[in-house]
């Protein structure tokens, strides 16, 4: 099985299953698009953890046996593939959390980088070795979160970076220890689908929308869909909870 998905009390886990490495193929591209946005649509769902199984890689990047057996006439049609898989995560309108449970290589480390929070363990590196490959890629993911100096040394040497330093320049936001890390994350979960569901939805779409939006532009945007949770049973219901102190009670409209 090449995907993995569980889910309990508002939490979906998606796990990688394709240990040692948890390569990549075409197929798995297209598996990880599909479970996403069909994630998505499931109303009982408000949060989603995406790991790897195994201890010894997140996701090592693209399947190279594949690829060199692909021709260059097939490129672009199993681009747009990859481009599907990325922003169906990026756009899953549910936060999503990445547990880095080891290296996260090439298209490994993209897939962490379209998710919401990123946690990593110790263990993990974080590289885009395409160049090495005769590839190139990731930088457009990339570049939202680290300096254009790390991410074209990155780019130009296929070096990869330690989770510390990964953590020190803004790509990754908590380094754990290994076996802190599943718990770390479903801590979290727990804590984001506790949240108001609309609530949730409203803000995932509002932060995806101003990411590259002018500042002033940005927070009229984002304004917009507090008026939205305005109209919503959930939002009143937050605030009065706030006001007398008690856990709120969300019914999802």
């Known amino acids: 099985m090449s995907l993995i998905l ?3 009390d508002g939490v979906a886990t998606v796990t990688l299953g394709g240990p040692p490495v948890n390569a990549l193929t075409l197929a798995l591209y297209g598996e990880i698009a599909d479970l996403f946005e069909n994630l998505g649509e ?6 989603a953890i995406f790991t790897g199984a195994g201890n010894r890689a997140f996701c090592a990047g693209l399947d190279l046996n594949e690829f060199l057996s692909a021709a260059p006439e097939q490129d672009p049609e199993r681009a747009a593939i990859v481009r599907r898989t990325f922003s169906a995560v990026y756009r899953c309108p549910i936060p999503v959390i990445a547990a880095i449970n080891g290296p996260a290589l090439g298209a490994g480390s993209v897939l962490a980088t379209v998710c919401d929070i990123r946690i990593s363990a110790s263990n993990a590196r974080f590289g885009t070795p395409e160049i090495n490959v005769g590839r190139c890629g990731g930088a457009a993911h990339h570049g939202r979160l680290i300096p254009q100096g790390v991410l074209r040394r990155m780019y130009f040497t ?3 970076i330690d989770a510390q330093e990964a953590f020190s320049l803004g790509l990754i936001d908590e380094v754990v220890e290994f076996e802190d890390l599943m718990p770390t994350a ?4 727990a804590k984001i689908a506790g949240k108001s569901p609309l609530g949730l939805r409203c803000a995932k779409q509002a932060l995806n929308d101003i990411e590259s939006m002018p500042l002033e532009a940005v927070y ?3 304004q917009r869909y507090s008026t939205k949770l305005m109209y919503t049973e959930d939002a009143r219901e937050a605030t009065r909870a706030t006001l007398e102190k008690r856990t709120p009670v969300f019914k999802g409209r």
């Open 6 to 8: 569980e889910k309990r």
């Open 158 to 160: 296929g070096e990869p």
């Open 42 to 47: 499931e109303r009982d769902v408000h949060c």
């Open 220 to 222: 009229r945007h984002e």
């Open 186 to 189: 479903l801590g979290l979960a």
